[in-house]
């Protein structure tokens, strides 16, 4: 079933803006991971924060984890045109199995 | 790093045939393997779990009928989609057992 809900589902910025996308979810997580997609491909994975973690840092990527209110961000710094893409949040409830509820995504497109 | 290979990368049938699409491990072994199915402009949902040796669970909505999955070694899941139709274009992707390896995906349209 899908869990996750991203907001917004589409966003728009020029090159050298900052992108803020948010995700809820609605039980209990293990972890919660960001995904990319360009148009037709597979996904790339972005970053991984565990349920234990507030904050997470890499490159240009900021992402944080509330899980009182079931709610992450990813922010995207300092945009350029080659970020254009879908992001995708999802999450696993732990055990021997990695299962992925994904949710339904933001498609960011940075303009040049 | 972990690779995940999928096979063939997009493929176009007539309705009525049945498709298989391969995905593999490519350096490591993979007991669970996950099979996600995509529509255009929406997100990934889960179709099943691939088992190793054993059959796949298939989440509530999912034919196990139509979707074959067969994952009779630790590198190799495959999914036949039986008896295709326009409905069943889509883009599926696999993952193998660690969170983050997932296969480039497959694109199948039927016609």
């Known amino acids: 079933s899908q869990q996750g809900e991203e907001d917004p589902q589409a966003l728009s910025i020029q090159e050298g803006e900052n992108a803020t996308m948010n995700c809820s979810y609605k039980?209990?997580?293990?972890?919660l991971q960001w995904y990319r997609q360009n148009s037709g491909r597979g996904l790339v994975h972005l970053i991984l924060i565990r349920s234990n973690e507030r904050e997470k840092h890499s490159g240009r990527l900021r992402v944080t984890l509330d899980t009182s209110k079931k709610s992450s961000s990813l922010l995207i710094t300092a945009s350029r045109a080659a970020d254009t893409a879908s992001y995708f949040c999802a999450t696993d409830a732990g055990g021997s199995n990695y299962k992925l509820t994904f949710g339904k995504g933001t498609l960011l497109t940075v303009n040049p | 790093g972990a690779v995940v290979s999928q096979h063939p990368s997009w493929v176009i049938c007539k309705s009525g045939t049945s498709v298989k699409i391969e995905c593999r491990s490519l350096d490591f072994q993979a007991t669970t393997m996950f099979w996600y199915r995509q529509f255009p402009k929406q997100s990934l949902m889960l179709m099943a779990t691939s088992n190793e040796g054993s059959k796949a669970t298939y989440e509530q909505g999912v034919e196990k009928d139509k979707f074959l999955i067969n994952h009779a070694s630790l590198t190799l899941s495959t999914l036949t989609v039986t008896s295709a139709h326009p409905e069943d274009s889509s883009f599926y992707i696999c993952s193998a057992s660690g969170r983050n390896y997932f296969g480039p995906g497959t694109r199948l349209t039927v016609l």
């Open positions: 039980t209990s997580i293990n972890n």
